[in-house]
């Protein structure tokens, strides 16, 4: 087995490095740009480089120049090279997703080990040999186009998948033809956050789009005024039905589910990333029907499952914060096409019948395959999967190989199989087939990597934060690891919109591991590991007790020795990134690296930019004198200090990022640049034609862990030995 140590033999024995690489960034113009809010003033003064960068030729311009100034920095550190080379060796093996069965065929994705994307396989049966069925790296030669989302008409003639460019967030739907692999001349435009669901007669969908925005502000507009149409097969898209479209409520958004029966158009509607919904539904075996409501209210989770008929079942946190499973007759509720505007106006009581109690652990999912419910369960962020008859009775539980996590398990209700993909820090990605009728699990892929596991060891910790709770972390290194403060560690955190972080498996960690790394996860408050309950302690007037459970996650490493202040680097992407920019600017003594990717910087403008609005559930909105205050407070753009100390900090963004808009980044990197008050270096890297993450071709990924590394490997002292 190759891995670093052995890439280096005939080099020097060990690569030590004592002189400090300098970092010069360009200096960025300051201007004199002031808010008010509430009577208080906040400057901003980099207020410019919000603009896209797509059509700025300033914000361009300032663009290539940071990304000169990281690169030649990066271009220093001679171990760039041999990181590189052996992610790549680490990368190339054969990647499979979870099959799924649709029309009669089964589906699976897979990279043989470099491709730039996932190709999409399929086969009449588990013995016979995949065919090709999408290959997306034949759409673009640098490997930036995605396939995205794939739904199949239920007699499986026609398939819908959805094209992403450059990472954005906005899709193209298409349409082709099964049997010939013929695509359609159906193109379907400025669809996000949502996919197709067919009719059962196989001649359309319906789906939910936004207007087309104004030319040119694609990548920034606010997505608003949303709205369900009905696609016919071979119509141009503008033809297609208007459905559903609330007007008065244009910042509804919604997601449409034909139930398996055919009978019922279920129309979940959100406001924001809170799974608070209102539920519409609408019969379709009535060609005049509108749709009525079923919820009138968006003070509960009530995701939609499945059906019986007029039987509906629903995932509910109503009087349940760790949720539980519930049925409703819709034939009970009372006809309302209209619904309440009021936050104080009466609330429907509907008639619900519990299936499922909360149990002592959190839901995480439920779905309906064979008649049983499989729901899915975390115990302190590990996954449990339980099967239930549908009149509540426990069956028996999935057993899984170790500390790691599940996925897939989806199905239809006259399924008597369904799929799974396990893995963990120190195991590979195993997929399973699962037989409802013998409750056993059959291995059909397992990736073979280029490692040994048993050279690895995972472990669960609990730390306690600031005001006493406690805060699981899962723990991953080489074996034979030694507690003496020297451990070069690499600190990953998210904490919100009630998103659970569990322990899977990843070539990039791998390789920090491989290199003598220590890795570490943090569950922290603000995800859903836990139930609404841990979520909620982690949202608006809360936020902080985010910050301060990775705070005392990096201060309970570095008093148990796994590590030193100057070998603890910080990660997260996202939310994860404004958890990283909040904590480096509270505590900056406390690291020694910092990786903050697609953060949210400016907590008081990001809800005026694309879907920024949907994060005021979790976030709260300057425009509330309240919460402006907390945002205020830890803001990292606005709590950056003049001539304070800050660690080595490689911000990471994209120019097609239009979920969190890298202006984010651009504005907190430059004040960051212009207040550093020591030699400690500040960079940013922007990537082109990539967006937040999703769909970005391997060769892109490989080299930003590759920099991301070597940017480590430099800022923490790391030596990598022969």
């Known amino acids: 087995m190759k891995s670093f140590r052995y890439l280096m033999l005939g080099a020097v024995s060990a690569f030590i490095f004592t002189s400090q690489l300098q970092a010069e960034p360009p200096m960025t113009q300051r201007i004199d740009h002031v808010d008010e809010y509430f009577g208080t003033s906040v400057a901003d003064p980099y207020r410019w480089l919000e603009a896209d960068v797509r059509e700025d030729e300033k914000v361009a311009k300032w663009v290539e120049e940071e990304n000169r100034a990281t690169n030649d920095f990066l271009s220093q550190i001679p171990e760039r090279e041999m990181i590189r080379s052996r992610l790549t060796s680490l990368w190339n093996f054969a990647k499979f997703g979870t099959p799924f069965k649709a029309g009669g065929r089964y589906y699976f994705y897979k990279n043989s080990g470099l491709q730039n994307q996932a190709v999409l ?16 790296n034949q759409w673009s030669e640098d490997g930036t186009q995605a396939l995205s989302g794939i739904t199949f008409s239920e007699d499986g003639r026609y398939v819908a998948y959805a094209l992403q460019d ?11 033809e099964v049997e ?27 789906y939910a789009k936004f207007p087309e925005p104004t030319p040119g502000a694609e990548f920034q507009n606010l997505n608003v005024n949303q709205s369900i149409y009905y696609h016919q097969i071979g119509d141009d898209q503008s033809q297609d039905t208007l459905v559903f479209h609330r007007p008065d409520f244009p910042e509804w958004g919604y997601s449409c589910t034909v139930t398996e029966d055919g009978r019922y ?42 059906n019986d008929g007029p039987i509906f079942y629903f995932q509910t946190d109503l009087d349940a914060p760790r949720k539980r499973v519930v049925k409703v007759d819709i034939r009970e509720v009372p006809v309302k096409i209209d619904l309440p505007a009021e936050k104080d106006a009466p609330r429907d009581q509907l008639p619900l019948h519990e299936i499922i109690p909360q149990g002592k652990d959190a839901i995480e999912s439920v779905s309906l395959i064979g008649n049983l419910f499989f729901v899915e369960t975390l115990k302190d962020a590990k996954t449990q999967v339980t099967l239930y008859k549908k009149d509540g009775e426990l069956l028996r ?9 599940a996925t897939g398990f989806n199905g239809s209700q006259s399924d008597t199989e369904t799929f799974y993909t396990f893995s963990s820090y120190n195991m590979p990605p195993s997929s399973f087939r699962y037989d409802l009728f013998t409750g056993k699990s059959e291995l059909i892929q397992q990736a073979n990597v280029d490692f040994n596991a048993d050279d690895y060891e995972v472990k669960q910790v609990f730390c306690e934060s600031k005001d006493g709770t406690k805060v699981p972390m899962f723990i991953a290194h080489k074996k034979g690891l030694k507690l003496d403060g020297n451990n070069p560690t690499l600190l990953y955190g998210y904490g919100g919109f009630g998103i659970s972080l569990t322990p899977s498996f990843s070539t990039g960690r791998l390789a920090w591991m491989e290199m003598g790394g220590v890795f570490v996860l943090a569950n922290l408050r603000g995800g859903g590991e836990y139930g609404d309950e841990w979520h909620r302690a982690g949202t608006k007037l809360n936020k902080q ?29 996202s939310n994860g990134g404004l958890l990283v920019g909040a904590c480096l600017t509270q505590r900056p003594e406390l690291y020694g690296a910092a990786l903050p990717a697609v953060g949210v910087m400016d907590m008081l403008r990001f809800q005026r930019f694309t879907a920024g609005r949907y994060w005021v559930d979790d976030y709260g909105s300057s425009d509330n004198e309240e ?11 606005h709590n950056i200090k003049e001539g304070t100390c800050y660690p080595a900090t490689m911000v ?32 940013i890297r922007i990537e082109t034609r990539a967006g937040h993450g999703a769909g970005t071709p391997t060769a892109k990924v490989i080299e930003e862990l590759t920099d991301q590394f070597s940017f480590l490997v430099k800022t923490l002292g790391m030596t990598l030995q022969t």
């Open 397 to 405: 539980t999935i057993e899984f190989p170790g500390i790691g996590s």
């Open 166 to 176: 450059g990472g954005s967030d906005w899709k193209i739907w298409k349409v082709m």
């Open 121 to 136: 396989y399929t086969q009449k049966s588990l013995n016979d040999e995949p065919t090709v069925f999408i290959d997306p």
């Open 545 to 573: 007790n985010v910050f301060d459970d990775f705070i005392a996650a990096a201060e309970w490493l570095i008093e148990n020795k796994y590590t030193q202040p100057k070998r603890l680097a910080i990660q997260g992407g």
């Open 265 to 306: 158009l279920v129309i979940t509607v959100h406001v924001g990333t809170d799974n608070k919904y209102r539920v519409f539904c609408r019969d379709l075996a009535n060609p005049y029907s509108a749709p009525v409501a079923l919820i009138n209210h968006f003070d509960n989770e009530y995701a939609f499952i499945g």
């Open 652 to 683: 990471l963004t994209a120019d097609t990022d239009d979920r969190v808009v890298p202006g984010h980044s651009f504005k907190f990197a430059a004040e960051l640049q212009h207040a550093q008050g020591c030699d400690n270096p500040v960079l």
């Open 627 to 637: 919460e402006f205050k907390a945002l205020l407070a830890y803001s990292p753009y």
């Open 180 to 206: 010939s692999r013929k695509v359609l001349s159906d193109e379907l435009k400025w669809i996000k956050f949502n996919s197709p669901s067919w009719t059962p007669d196989g001649k359309g969908f319906f």
